[in-house]
């Protein structure tokens, strides 16, 4: 998904005069499913590595992930107003790009922690061939 992201940012940037409606919808679908797919795992592992003390009280999880996500909508807010502001010209350029950056360092910094994102299975023996033989002893008398 992450490649698939960078796809979708990759074909907003503008690189000629030429630049359509089309174009602009069809790698929007493509960023705006990627970014939602991505969320799903993302969320998990988030999840996975938030302390128990975390989970009880007013400043819980669920506020501090609320109150990153308003934080991450502000700074987008400005960023966009920023980028308007330098000239419409070259907007898209200037919102994406450092979209595509990011997007970058999150592939490369999965890509180089993926042996320890896998999970490891060990194969614990739980068939006991003993116990099954008392238990079925133990049912019969």
Known sequence: MLITMLLGVTGFLVYGEHY???RFIMFGCVSFVASNALEGPTMGLL???IPKSLAAGVLNAGLLATEAGTFGRVFGDFWLSNAAFLGVGEMLNKTF???L???AVMLAAVLGTWKYLQPSYTLIDDDDDDDT??????EEA
């Open 97 to 99: 790009k450092p979209m």
């Open 133 to 138: 033989a008392s238990e079925e002893d133990g």
């Open 101 to 103: 950056i990011s997007i």
């Open 20 to 22: 359509s409606e089309t």
């Open 47 to 49: 999840s996975k590595v």
